[in-house]
């Protein structure tokens, strides 16, 4: 049972455009959600995270959007670069006594220049 | 500054033999994590430890797999009697911590493959 579930599979964006990923979640005991990045061969890198009781976080280029009543959220990537494509895999993970994170399917993103 | 390191970074080995697979941590983390990571998919956790201690390991797919950590930083990752199934890139990760909020540090993996 997949407890994070993400779209879409695979993105192409232009430069320069908003890249923007999807994610949902059914655990209402979540509270901490991250967002990381994965290059081939590389293990995924911490990219930004939230906290439920906010509903927007950005950070440079890179923004979470939460929904807590819908239990949403997605990342949105401004003015997207050729460096930004990645594998990106939304996370989410519990209080402590359960800190494991729980991932998406990932989402291949593509930066045409 | 050293981040997570694992070794071997690729490893191929034969259906039914053993494997191990080693990950040392970032200094001064007391939490340490094993995730799995089939092609295409996102990182499945499969055990966490605080210090020397298995605080998790509900995540193991069965008894052919077992992890040690016992100083409290580097951990082994041991598969009994491999299947080609097994075949995924195991990742280690390490935190300050067993809070939810402490980021948790990811090494580069061993591609596991069984022929």
């Known amino acids: 049972q997949q407890q994070v579930k993400q779209s879409p599979q695979s993105l192409i964006v232009q430069k320069g455009g908003i890249s923007i990923i999807n994610c949902a979640y059914e655990n209402t005991a979540f509270d901490y959600f991250p967002w990381y990045q994965q290059f081939p061969g590389k293990g995924p890198a911490l990219l930004i995270a939230?906290?439920?009781?906010?509903s927007e976080k950005k950070e440079g280029r890179f923004t979470i959007s939460f929904n807590k009543s819908a239990k949403q959220f997605s990342l949105h990537i401004m003015d997207s670069q050729p460096g930004d494509s990645a594998t990106y895999f939304c996370?989410?993970?519990?209080?402590?006594?359960?800190?494991?994170?729980?991932f998406g399917t990932g989402t291949r993103l593509t930066v045409i220049p | 500054g050293a981040g997570v390191s694992q070794t071997p970074s690729n490893k191929v080995t034969e259906k039914g033999k053993y494997v191990e697979l080693r990950c040392d941590p970032i200094?001064?983390?007391?939490?340490l994590y094993w995730y799995r990571q089939s092609l295409g998919q996102g990182p499945e956790f499969l055990i966490y430890?605080?210090?020397?201690?298995?605080?998790?390991d509900s995540g193991l797919p069965n008894d052919r797999f077992f992890a040690v950590r016992p100083e409290g930083s580097v951990s082994t990752l041991k598969i009994q009697r491999t299947e080609r199934g097994d075949s995924a890139v195991y990742l280690c990760?390490?935190?300050?911590?067993?809070?939810?909020?402490?980021?948790?540090?990811f090494g580069p993996g061993t591609r596991l493959t069984v022929l």
């Open positions: 430890f605080q210090g020397t201690g298995a605080a998790d």
């Open positions: 200094s001064g983390h007391t939490a």
């Open positions: 990760a390490s935190s300050f911590g067993l809070h939810s909020y402490n980021e948790q540090f």
């Open positions: 996370a989410a993970r519990g209080e402590t006594g359960a800190n494991n994170l729980f």
């Open positions: 939230i906290r439920p009781d906010v």
